[in-house]
């Protein structure tokens, strides 16, 4: 699986839109990008993923560079309770895959008002 | 839908005691996962199921073992704890290898 490299930390104005970025320049075409969030002392929690078109949900939205070596999560609207560490996970999809996910450090994103 | 509980919530064993930490998902998901997390990193894989009966090692094996003998249920188990071992444990659990992994709450446990 590719390895990614996000900033250690940022912080976001409430209200305001949050754009994490996440190079994985050396990712391959069977690869997907994943984004999980994890606020203090809990689980993680999935937000988003995608392969090479940009993706929106609910929760955020996620755009991915035309050669796919980065993107950006976006969550447009920041409120407090996003404060959390966000991981950018690389991971290859398809038979023979464990579907196991490889965390890195994350960036820990600080809402304030 | 209680998703993915884990049991207990916390833990301190002295060192050499053993320990079973049980994980259960109730959304009928083929694919359990175990991982454990040290203050300020990431999370790392410990062992993983893709079904039944099925497991198999990750990153970070040693010192644990695992069985599978319900689909609903995930045990983690430390034979001999050392302080090496005191770290946060999470269960995870998913319905594909593609989908996405529902976390449970968290096992913190402590070894002295």
């Known amino acids: 699986d590719a390895k990614t490299t996000q900033p250690p930390s940022m912080d976001c104005a409430e209200g305001r839109a949050a754009n994490l970025p996440c190079n994985h320049s050396t990712i391959s075409g069977n690869e997907y990008v994943y984004w999980y969030r994890q606020i203090h002392s809990q689980g993680p929690q999935y937000i988003i993923h995608g392969l090479k078109n940009n993706e929106t949900n609910e929760m955020a939205s996620l755009i991915i560079t035309e050669d796919r070596k980065s993107s950006t999560l976006i969550l447009p609207h920041a409120t407090l309770r996003d404060t959390a560490v966000y991981y950018c996970i690389v991971r290859v999809v398809g038979s023979g895959n464990t579907g196991k996910l490889i965390f890195g450090q994350g960036t820990t994103l600080q809402v304030k008002p | 839908n209680a998703g993915v509980t884990q049991t207990p919530k916390f833990r301190v064993l002295k060192t050499g005691q053993s320990m079973t930490l049980l994980c259960a998902q109730d959304?009928?998901?083929?694919?359990m996962y175990w991982y454990r997390q040290d203050p300020g990193m990431g999370l790392r894989l410990i062992h993983y199921s893709v079904g039944e009966g099925t497991t198999a090692k990750g990153e970070v094996p040693d010192g644990y073992n695992v069985s599978r003998l319900k689909k609903q249920n995930f045990l983690l188990g430390l034979e001999s704890a050392a302080p090496s071992q005191t770290s946060v444990y999470f269960c995870?659990?998913?319905?594909?290898?593609?989908?996405?992994?529902?976390f449970g709450p968290g096992t913190r446990l402590t070894v002295l």
């Open positions: 995870a659990s998913s319905s594909g290898i593609h989908n996405e992994q529902f």
């Open positions: 959304m009928n998901h083929e694919y």
